[in-house]
Every structure is written in structure tokens, then in C-alpha cells.
Nanobody, 118 residues
Framework: QVQLVESGGGLVQPGGSLRLSCAAS????????MSWYRQAPGKRRELVAS???????NYADSVKGRFTISRDNTKNTASLQMNSLKPDDTAVYYC????????????WGQGTQVTVSP
């Protein structure tokens, strides 16, 4: 049974920091690209950051220079360090595992709420 379990969300003031973690089980973690998506109320889910199995990273323009994605293949975890948070970063953040190979399944976590407010 595949599980992606996010943690680390919460309420933070503008300019603050949070670190999200995603613990994966039931998959061969090292062959999956890991990504963080977010969905704000009334908006579509959007890609925030991704990291390939080889460690290459990609970021949405809106978070470049503020967010850092990483992975620990020894612990089957992916993390998102979020600094200089803004109210526009408020959303539910989802962890995603995907091999990006036709015919394979992508997996999602249940989401964790991040609220940036004074």
C-alpha cells in the first residue's frame, strides 16, 4: 500500500518560514520524482517545486529564491523549505510521487494546510 504523508503545515506570519515533509512508503522511492503542489481556495492546483530521482530541481517562478526542495533517499522523505512566506502562499500543499513513465501511477498525499497571515 502506497502512502505519502505530509507534515509541517501551519499558521505563520508574513516573512516567516515553514518546512514541509513528505514521508513515502510502499514505493521504490529512489526511482520517483517528487513534487510539491499547492491549491488555494477557488484556484487550480499548481506545481510549486519538483526534484527528479537524480536530484535536479525545478521551481515555479513565484517561489524561486524563497523555497527549496530536497530529498533524502535514505529516509524516503522529500522536504520543502519555505522562507519569506507571503499571504499568496496560503494553500493546501500536496506531495506527489511520479515516475513520469507512460502506464505508471502517480501518487498523492492528503495535503497539509499552510496559512500565511499577520
Amino acid at each position: 500500500q502506497v502512502q505519502l504523508v505530509e507534515s509541517g503545515g501551519g499558521l505563520v506570519q508574513p516573512g516567516g518560514s515553514l518546512r514541509l515533509s513528505c514521508a513515502a512508503s510502499g514505493i521504490v522511492f529512489t526511482i520517483y520524482a517528487m513534487s510539491w503542489y499547492r491549491q488555494a481556495p477557488g484556484k487550480r492546483r499548481e506545481l510549486v517545486a519538483s526534484i527528479t530521482s537524480g536530484g535536479s530541481t525545478n521551481y515555479a517562478d513565484s517561489v524561486k529564491g524563497r523555497f527549496t526542495i530536497s530529498r533524502d533517499n535514505t529516509k524516503n522523505t522529500a522536504s520543502l523549505q519555505m522562507n519569506s512566506l507571503k499571504p499568496d502562499d496560503t494553500a493546501v500543499y500536496y506531495c506527489n510521487a511520479d515516475r513520469h513513465v507512460v502506464g505508471t501511477t502517480a501518487y498523492w498525499g492528503q495535503g497539509t494546510q499552510v496559512t500565511v497571515s499577520p
